[in-house]
């Protein structure tokens, strides 16, 4: 007898705002998709169920459930708390409709009413609240009418039958919480599953009679071997060294309950960390391809900073000469004028030398003058080409080319024709400036270069921007406990490997020494217990005595086995289960071929693993991935359920956590194990669509098994007061 | 004289600037040290010979205002020692020999106190056109008309 | 099969009781019954009803006639 949400609507609760019919989804059996932006009312829905079975709702500053009575203002939606004039009052609340089985459906009216007192809109002092009477009503299907419900019992009653209590938990898959929801790591959470399948408890309550039992059995035969003054040694001896045994085991217990505690704690944890860890060691990963980029972003920064710096010195630096630029003219200048001063260098000498020398003015050279190998050459030919006649040794002419070859020479330590020699001034000037004229064609290339150089660099520092940006993107999309440094992912890697050392030493502890010693005191009782007892048949005392012990032990210790076997039997159907929805969430997506793995720890709680092909677990993985996990176990507890799971899902539902591949397969998978799922996605909106959804969304609407699918929308840009969610029936 | 004491004496003298174109030496030389907005040459002898060749390619002369108006700075022999930077700075002024008002054979035949005062004249040349460059410099700096790059001073020179 | 004989079957055929008691069917159906499950159904229809160890107890002992 299935429960089945038909409607749900809300009046001024949030952003909900109007009456109850302007804010009506109506559900149907099946899969039913509400698609809700952040903020556009995902997590109110929650708050809805909240109120409607706890009176809560969902402190959003806080995290923490507060009653309605509480809340009140906040809940308001703001719009209409803005426009209730003073004195005037304003109506608040949610109202459900289900049908349960073929026969009867209700219907849930929670509100209050808040009176405004003065101006201030958000103080809750400024309204005056009253919790309005819970109102249920009820109808025959057959006849749509209907008629209130009037006692109070049956009003909860009603209320409590939407969902049992013992199965909310299974019924609400709200984000993060669905980790905590199934919380293996502590033994009674999976006790509380099983319980809830299995007949535990009944195996549980018989062993402890059984137990007392025992304990009683064996007083009741030692009085009457006391009261027969039955002296026997041994016997005392034993049951005193029975007692001693009892101690020890008692002591070893306890340890034992320390160690498991020490054990869950640090498993919940690593388990806690678990969700952190795949984050914080991908972000390590990014970190540390991030540093040395920045690192290199920075010496390319200061690179360009000196050269930058740099460049004007290549107006002075000779190798570069950007000052000479356009000075062609000006050396061009210098160059004639040198080569006239010189020029008239050589006339002056020249004609100093006729005025000091006039006999000697032939030797007047002009411009082509004979040098000393001519010079020979006319002394050796006896001829003077110069002036084309002839000179033989001997004669005047012979002699003064003698004395001009001579002379030539002379005319190096010559006397000074000017008061200041200044050919090697300029002479100088010329050589030394080289560096600085031979570069006029080049300059402009140079500095063309120069821009260009620039440009390069500064293409490589824009590079090494972007690459750095696009890690850091990917970085700070990676969510890590709200903090956001290198030293977090360290530390949270740090915390992670330290749980599981101390997770390892309690284990080791537990295994290697407490067990053992456990059990050989147990071994050790066991034996004395059987020594006691063959003692006891010598002994003259009624038989039933010691047939009423030696049953009672040995019930007591078949009870104990029963329970066991059928908490793991409950275990291996639980697994199978597992895997069998796990298989169908994981079933487009790549990880195929493992399996989950259900491993009984000593202290009674459970680790589900996935195991990988080659039987290798696999830790810390992915957060859609983990959520798939508690998914599969959560299915698992209810389709294990002998009779069918009668209970709708409300789930908000991370598609982007869950990945691609994942989303088909998950609902698919809660088709099959829940009469009507109520599902909040946002990862299907999309602002630009007609329709407001995006391609995945549309393939949902197409398919059969979505009976139902809304889009939320809040009104864009609007201020606190203004905001207004509004509900759109895609099918 | 010979010829290095001519130089030397060339190289020993001290030019002048204005001391109402501080503000524009202390924008565009940071000497080595500070930063300013403006794309900047390192030590002032540096500008200077940019200004110089500034206000002598727009052939703005602009004699210095009386003495105690002047500032002198480090000597030319000193300007990028180790360098032919002033060899070819002197190529340059030569060339002009005849705006100074010399002839380049005449310079032999003159005595000390006629050689000093070619040397002044010659100093005087690269002030006063100096002075021009770093007028016109302020101006455009004043009116902001300068358009802040590296290469500022490039461009500048190919206006 | 009801919830209680489940258990009772479970908590009867453990290996080592069966060792030393040698349960059969009969045990479980017939008329005569060997006290071990006596005892045991005692206690797990007793427990079903609400009774309390003090109160089973003394029944217990009526079995073994004590």
Redesign the interface.
């Known amino acids: 007898m299935a429960s089945i949400i038909n409607s749900i609507a809300f009046k001024n609760f949030f952003n909900y705002y109007g009456e109850f019919e302007d804010n009506t989804y109506e559900l149907e059996e099946g899969i039913n998709i509400i698609v809700a932006d952040n903020g556009a009312g995902k997590s109110k829905f929650f708050n809805a169920f909240l109120w409607l079975f706890y009176d809560q709702v969902l402190d959003s500053d806080t995290k923490q459930k507060i009653s309605i009575k509480n809340a009140g203002v906040k809940i308001i939606s703001d719009k209409a708390k803005n426009e209730t004039a003073i004195g005037d009052y304003v109506k608040c609340g949610v109202t459900l409709e289900y049908t349960s089985g073929t026969r009867y459906k209700y219907q849930v009216i929670k509100s209050f009413t808040a009176t405004r007192l003065d101006e201030k809109v958000t103080d809750k002092n400024s309204w005056q609240f009253v919790m309005n009477e819970l109102e249920v009503n009820r109808t025959e299907l057959v006849l749509h009418k209907y008629k209130p419900v009037y006692d109070e019992v049956e009003k909860k009653q009603i209320i409590d039958n939407l969902i049992m209590p013992a199965f909310r938990k299974y019924s609400f898959l709200q984000g993060e919480e669905v980790d905590d929801i199934i919380d293996f790591s502590k033994k009674e959470s999976i006790e509380e599953a099983v319980e809830n399948l299995t007949d535990i408890k009944s195996y549980e309550q018989i062993h402890e009679l059984l137990d007392e039992f025992k304990t009683k059995a064996f007083k009741d035969l030692q009085k009457q071997l006391k009261a027969n003054n039955i002296q026997n040694e041994r016997f005392d001896d034993a049951v005193a060294e029975k007692e001693k045994i009892e101690q020890k085991l008692e002591h070893e217990k306890e340890k034992l309950e320390q160690w498991n505690e020490t054990l869950s704690v640090a498993e919940k944890e690593k388990n806690d960390l678990d969700k952190l860890y795949s984050n914080a060691e991908k972000r390590k990963e990014l970190d540390d391809r991030l540093k040395p980029l920045r690192k290199k972003l920075r010496d390319k920064n200061e690179e360009f900073e000196n050269f930058l710096d740099r460049i004007n010195n290549r107006f002075f630096d000779g190798g570069f000469a950007w000052i000479a630029m356009g000075f062609e003219n000006e050396v061009d200048k210098f160059r004639e004028l040198n080569d006239r001063y010189i020029e008239k260098r050589y006339e002056k000498k020249a004609l100093k030398n006729v005025e000091d020398n006039p006999n000697e003015y032939f030797h007047f050279l002009p411009e082509n003058s004979p040098d000393s190998v001519s010079l020979k050459n006319m002394i050796e030919d006896q001829h003077c080409y110069v002036c084309n006649r002839e000179a033989k040794e001997g004669t005047p002419e012979y002699s003064n080319l003698l004395k001009l070859k001579n002379r030539t020479k002379d005319k190096q330590s010559e006397k000074p024709f000017v008061n200041n020699d200044l050919k090697n001034f300029f002479g100088d000037l010329q050589i030394n400036a080289q560096p600085f004229y031979n570069k006029f064609e080049s300059i402009r290339d140079s500095i063309i270069k120069t821009k260009e150089k620039e440009v390069e660099i500064r293409d490589n520092i824009e590079k090494l921007k972007k690459q750095i940006k696009s890690i850091d993107d990917d970085r700070n999309s990676i969510l890590i406990a709200g903090h956001d440094s290198e030293h977090s992912a360290r530390e949270v890697i740090s915390n992670y490997t330290g749980a599981v050392k101390r997770m390892e030493n309690a284990n080791n502890k537990i295994n290697d020494i407490i067990i053992p010693s456990v059990n050989k005191n147990r071994k050790d009782l066991k034996a004395i217990n059987d020594e006691i007892k063959s003692l006891n048949k010598s002994n003259d005392i009624p038989d039933g005595f010691n047939e009423n012990y030696e049953v009672l032990s040995d019930l007591e210790e078949a009870s104990q086995k029963a329970k066991e076997r059928v908490f793991d039997g409950m275990i291996s159907l639980l697994e199978e289960h597992a895997n069998m929805h796990f298989k169908n969430l994981i079933k487009n997506n790549d990880l195929s071929g493992g399996i989950l793995k259900f491993e009984k720890n000593l202290n009674g709680s459970i680790n589900f693993n996935y195991l990988d092909s080659k039987g290798n677990s696999v830790y810390g993985s992915a957060e859609g991935f983990q959520r798939m996990k508690k998914f599969s176990v959560v299915m698992a507890i209810i389709s294990a359920n002998n009779s069918q799971y009668n209970y709708p899902l409300l789930a908000d539902a991370p598609i982007s956590a869950f990945g691609e591949g994942f989303t088909e397969g998950f609902f698919e998978a809660i088709g099959d194990v829940f009469p009507q799922s109520i599902v909040l996605v946002k990862e299907l909106y999309k602002r630009e669509d007609e329709m407001k959804i995006n391609e995945l969304g549309k393939r949902l609407l197409k398919d059969k098994k979505v009976r139902t699918m809304y889009v939320n929308h809040v009104t864009e840009d609007s201020e606190q007061i203004d905001l207004v969610t509004t509900q759109t029936k895609l099918k | ?4 004491e ?2 030397n004496t060339i190289l020993l003298k001290r030019p002048r600037y204005a001391k109402s174109k501080i503000p524009v030496i202390e924008a565009f030389a940071n000497k080595g040290q500070s930063k300013s907005e403006y ?4 030590p002032i002898y ?1 500008l200077y ?2 200004a110089f ?1 500034l206000g002598l ?1 727009k052939g703005l002369k602009l004699p210095l205002p009386p003495r105690n108006s002047t500032q002198d700075f480090i000597e030319i022999g000193k300007w ?1 020692r180790d ?3 002033v ?2 700075l ?3 002024i ?4 005849e705006e100074i008002g010399f002839d ?2 005449d ?5 000390d106190k006629e ?1 000093n005062q070619v040397v002044s004249n010659i100093i005087e040349f690269i002030e006063s056109y100096a002075n021009g460059g770093l007028q016109y410099l302020q101006e455009e700096w004043g009116n902001d008309n300068l358009i802040n790059s ?2 500022l ?2 461009d500048l ?1 190919n206006e | 099969m009801s919830k209680r004989e489940q258990i009772i079957r479970e908590i009867l055929f453990d290996p080592e009781i069966n060792a030393k008691y040698k349960i059969t069917e009969e045990d479980l159906t017939g008329m005569h019954r060997k006290k071990i499950v006596d005892v045991l159904e005692t206690i797990v229809n007793e427990n079903d009803n609400g009774r309390t160890a003090r109160q089973i107890y003394p029944i217990i002992k009526n079995i073994h006639k004590i």
Do not use: C, H
């Not at chain 2, 004289?1 to 290095?4: I, K, L, R, S």
């Not at chain 2, 310079?107 to 005595?111: A, C, I, T």
């Open positions: 004289m010979t010829a290095q001519f130089k794309s900047q040459f390192g540096e010979i940019y060749r390619k990028k360098s032919s930077l060899d070819f002197l190529m340059i030569f060339s002009y020999s380049w054979n310079l032999e035949d003159f005595d050689l590296s290469y001073f490039a020179m």
